[in-house]
């Protein structure tokens, strides 16, 4: 027997779902390897194999059910219930209101790239034109041992002001990659994206009111990157690890004691076509061409922008560590060494006799290193790990902090302690290589701040609280970013939450808000919210005076036997509830439905017994299914009682195969019979499947145990 879950308590999943069908914005849901290597795209039904591991797509082939699902929200969709909220609207203006200064460096508006968009009227002629940010990152919610490997597209506004943007509210997540594989090839996830996004630069979004035009909005897509391995995956880079490691300059690297080094200085800067037309040198080190740059607004290599986080905030931070920390008297492993070690020919040639003697570059004497402690403990405040900071002026913030300069002095300090033999070249590492290039980035798009990937780290943590799931945290994943997506929807499009809400969640007990049959027994039925009151002749659900009077009719002469008497409704008047408790369940009805703007068929199904009196005048009981149109008070005879209005199948049987399986043909849209029950008379909440391909034939699904044959039970509606 299956214990009935007491539903006086909205599930959060309940919730979710009834939040997502008012408010329109769902997810998508796309076909993926059941290992995460590859999602299958929609318009493809014929691939059948994962291309990498060659898992099935169709746990059933015939009737095409996929292995394994992944949501992702459509960007459109997301940007849209945005733009629809004046606020949102109106501070996104930031970006066309920007104000350009020459040489003058505060944001991504700054860049030469955000300049020349801007100039080709394309992409950024209508102040509400958009321009977006996406990052993608990995992340483990588990244990590092053990968890799936999930990944997660992100996408920041620019247009919102530098102090908006990073916030949650304003913040979207598309798609969580389900794990526990990383894709193979990030393409095939990110094709439905970038689809929509060409779409959305190329002919834009127009958002509507009420039938009025709101705005009209092109949405570009203007920077994609990440931290330098997921940078690499969007960029299809071969990574830093390669000959060809850097994604924005040709340069060779070298292996030395089996570390890639970074030695070149001099490399020339990748153009647009070592990522579009691979065939001369140049592209080396793009394997394949990215879907990224068929966006219309891939117009730079810098597109695969350098992420702060990664590269300043952590990278180099622990590199100068390392560096200062190098042991000097332990043997160490020439392989991660940064100290300089050398040959025995080398310490005869310098009579040095000892090799931990060998000068090193960041051999610091005690003394100094105290001094050097209480400079790090007063530059403190300059060090950029927070977004509290005011944005103007930058440079002045941070009391003149100039560090873009000091790259290059930097890098070539430490060639020259290289070539002095006093480091091992893999000081020249991908980190310390790419730094190189900060100038141009910011030159190129504008501040490193902000397009900072310190959102997305902020976001991913947020995710892994809420994914509790170590079965299938993949899918769990996808729902925890459905519910962001709903509730940010709710937030920005002035829906009354409360009251959307307050529909939903079982209500307060005040008498508003129930009615009790019987105060004095907690077993008797309770009419619940929404309540209403009408006359007889103006019945919800488009229920009419003579449908709601027959059925009430029909129900007295079965019930007491005896014939039709005028009912006493309180004059005419109806009290009626769209939902009841009864029995520890909640009931709903139509009534409830159209009240939340739930379209779906079910969840008001049930089936009851009644008796009539056979042709034999013997009382018979038997089985009915109809799903129930609203609840309502009576008074008969001096008693008072709630009871229910079904609108009742058209006919009830059993499956051939199965008579224990009742099923019913329900009556065509527009038809109805109207039955009055009592609650007494509810056996259970019913689904319906349907279960041929005739029209209106459906399988009746219930918790209930029959334990009798059905085939004799399942009632004849024209009894009623
Ligand atoms: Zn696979
Ligand atoms: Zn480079």
Redesign the pocket.
Known sequence: MIRKLPSTILLQDTLDRRLAGKVNVRSHHYDV??????LFQKNDEETLN?S????TRYANLTTRRPSRQMKMMSVGDRIASVLANDRFRELMKYRHNYQFEENVYKDYFDGQEYQSLKADTRFFSSEDDVAMALFFDEFQPGKAATGDKLSIIHLVNLNFPPEYRFQNEYMIQLAILPGP?TP?DLDFFLQPIVDEFRDLSNHGLVIRRNGDVVCKSKVNLVIATGDIPAAASLAHHSGHMSTNGCRLCRIVTKRVNSRTCYLDTTASLREKADFTTGSSDFEKGINIEPLLTSLPTFTHPTFFALEELHLIGQGIAKHVYDLLTVSMKKTYNKAIALKYAPTDKELEEENITSANDWPFSFKISKYKLIEIGNFIELSRPTVPTTFSSKWENPIEQSRGNRGVVAITQWNNFLLSEIRQKRIQPGVLKPVQHYLTHVPMMIEKQGILKAYSGRSMERTTGRYKKLIKSKVNAGANAGNVLERFAVYGHVNSSNINLRETLNLLEPKQRTNNDFVPLDENDNTAPELWSPLFQCSVSSLPCGVSDRQFISALQRNYMRVYSVPYEPVNISSGVVNGAGRAWFNDIVYTSAFFKDHINERRRGNNYVMFTASHLNHHNNLTSQLYVGSITFFFETTFKSLRDFLVLIDVAESHGVVDYERLMPKVILRRPGQHKYVVCRFGDIICNVGLLRYTMAENHYKVISHHIFTELLDLKMGNARNL
């Open positions: 390897c059941p290992q995460g290597c590859q994962c990498s591991c060659n898992e594989n193979k």
